[in-house]
């Protein structure tokens, strides 16, 4: 199974940045489809962003013009760079990596990810 290490999350105020990280541990990374989701308490988890192996990218509309998701390849790390944050943002982060080499699948949802990180907070305050 990959294992994912997630990193940059933290505490900042409203209007700030944060950028994320996620170091995947398999040796296929180029291959792999990765998203963030976040779960807020109370809530379900919910899609975020992702992008595919071939460096497609998704965005939830309540994050679009404000986050950008991205990957290095030579690292295999995936980032998630959060600009202008709002409260309603606060959440607990999880990088997921979908390791079947080059995936066809166009949706992103939570089943398809069989490798998920431990979670990261982030907390935005105003």
């Known amino acids: 199974q990959v294992q994912l290490v997630e990193s940059g999350g933290g505490l900042v105020q409203a209007g700030g940045s944060l950028r994320l990280s996620c170091a995947a541990s398999?040796?296929?990374?180029?291959?792999?489809?990765m998203g963030w989701f976040r779960q807020a308490p109370g809530k379900e988890r919910e899609f975020v962003t992702g992008?595919?192996?071939?460096?497609?990218?998704t965005y939830a509309d309540s994050v679009k013009g404000r986050f950008t998701i991205s990957r290095d390849n030579a690292k295999s790390t995936v980032y998630l760079q959060m600009n202008s944050l709002k409260p309603e943002d606060t959440a607990v982060y999880f990088c997921?990596?979908?390791?079947?080499?080059?995936?066809?699948?166009?949706?992103?949802?939570?089943?398809?990810?069989?490798?998920w990180g431990q979670g990261t907070q982030v907390t935005v305050s105003s």
């Open positions: 997921a990596a979908d390791t079947r080499p080059y995936s066809s699948v166009s949706d992103y949802y939570v089943g398809r990810f069989a490798s």
């Open positions: 992008i595919r192996w071939n460096g497609g990218r």
């Open positions: 398999g040796r296929t990374f180029s291959s792999y489809t």
